[in-house]
């Protein structure tokens, strides 16, 4: 819950503030409560200099004047969507089974990073001597976890060295250096870990920012297109997850395909997903896909329009509707009509939408159209 503070002296300015508060909250509800206070000293050891003031959650918005409903509403739009996994995008997750696949997912996923100047942490599921879900007490788990390891910085250096990046695993202990500016993070990390790999796929998905995976493989990740690990994935992820088909080479997203139904017409995923795709300069096509007969579809594109402020002569506003039993099929072949790089889902767990998610369906849109699947969770994807 957002702790709001309302800082004044019970005057007109603190009033107006209110008001403005309780209109701003009436048009972007947020699970809040609100505290007014008056009281000289409780101010002043709140930091607060000059009133009327607004803190949310103990951070200070505007002090010393009275904000607009337009502008409190774009604080909080700005506050939850700074707070989104996808909108910061700092750190990003590879899980990878030493598979050409894998390999694909690896490079598509170094290139997003340095991209947005991110970090890497490519991790393999190592679950193949478990007995009955428990790892050995055998040293040689461990031996055999070192042996893992190196194959697995291997398989990083050799796919890296494709397209001409070089990579040495980072020592245990690396050298003093000479002085705190060539302190600097490893681009990559290497992790082996122990589990069934959609365990540890999703223990690991709580602590990234984004998880990119490619779609076909062999062993631990991803036995089969959208099959056992990648479906699991995509339901229990703790943040969205990028599926790389086996095929696919990064290259920017120009044209993205959002398909969108009433259950995901929801403001702040809208803006996570625009936010995303400004940064490569691209546009986002909203699809509606619901069923024959279906209403409201006037109402859910002004929505659209009002979320998405940046449509001009360059990146126009596109907003289509398709109905019918073969919904992929249409979403496939708007893709290749308008030349889209990559599709986003918001999940869900009921109704019509349910239906287009589910794995045989999901897996039919990927091999169709052979693009890169973002698949963004409806609650999940926050920063805690």
Request: charged letters at 25%; hydrophobic letters at 40%.
């Amino acid at each position: 819950m957002t702790t709001i503070k309302i800082f004044g002296e019970r005057d007109a300015d603190t009033r107006r503030l209110r008001d403005n508060l309780t209109t701003a909250l009436s048009a972007f509800p947020l699970n809040s409560r609100v505290v007014e206070v008056s009281e000289p000293n409780t101010i002043r050891a709140d930091g607060i200099s000059s009133t009327p003031a607004l803190m949310l959650d103990g951070d200070v918005v505007v002090e010393g004047r009275v904000p607009t409903v337009e502008e409190l509403t774009t604080i909080f739009q700005n506050r939850y969507l700074f707070k989104s996994k996808l909108y910061r995008l700092r750190n990003i997750t590879v899980p990878v089974d030493i598979s050409q696949p894998s390999e694909n997912a690896l490079l598509f996923g170094w290139q997003l990073a340095q991209k947005l100047d991110a970090r890497i942490e490519v991790v393999y599921a190592m679950d193949s001597i478990f007995e009955g879900g428990m790892p050995s007490a055998s040293g040689f788990l461990s031996g055999y976890k070192k042996t893992v390891q190196l194959e697995l910085d291997e398989f990083i250096k050799s796919a890296l060295a494709k397209i001409d990046i070089s990579y040495e695993p980072p020592v245990q202990k690396p050298a003093e250096p000479k002085n705190s500016d060539e302190i600097a993070p490893p681009k990559i990390k290497s992790t082996v870990l122990y589990g069934f790999p959609e365990e540890v796929i999703e223990e690991c998905s709580r602590k990234t920012d984004l998880i990119v995976m490619g779609t076909t493989g062999r062993g631990n990740v991803a036995r089969n297109l959208f099959g056992s690990v990648s479906t699991e994935v995509s339901h229990t992820s703790h943040c969205p997850v990028l599926f790389i088909p086996a095929e696919s080479e990064f290259q920017g997203f120009n044209n993205v395909l959002y398909a969108s139904n009433f259950d995901s017409l929801d403001a702040l995923r809208i803006k996570q997903a625009v936010a995303f795709i400004q940064r490569f300069g691209g546009r986002i096509h909203f699809v509606h896909v619901g069923p024959a007969g279906e209403e409201g579809l006037d109402l859910e594109r002004k929505l659209f329009e009002v979320d998405y402020e940046h449509a001009g002569s360059e990146h126009p506003f596109l907003f289509s509707k398709m109905v019918g039993d073969d919904i992929v099929e249409q979403l496939n072949e708007y893709a290749f009509q308008h030349k889209i790089d990559m599709m986003v889902f918001v999940t869900h767990q009921r109704g019509f939408w349910e239906t287009l998610m589910h794995k045989s369906v999901t897996r039919k849109a990927l091999l169709g159209a052979g693009l890169p699947v973002l698949v963004m969770h409806s609650d999940d994807d926050m920063l805690k």
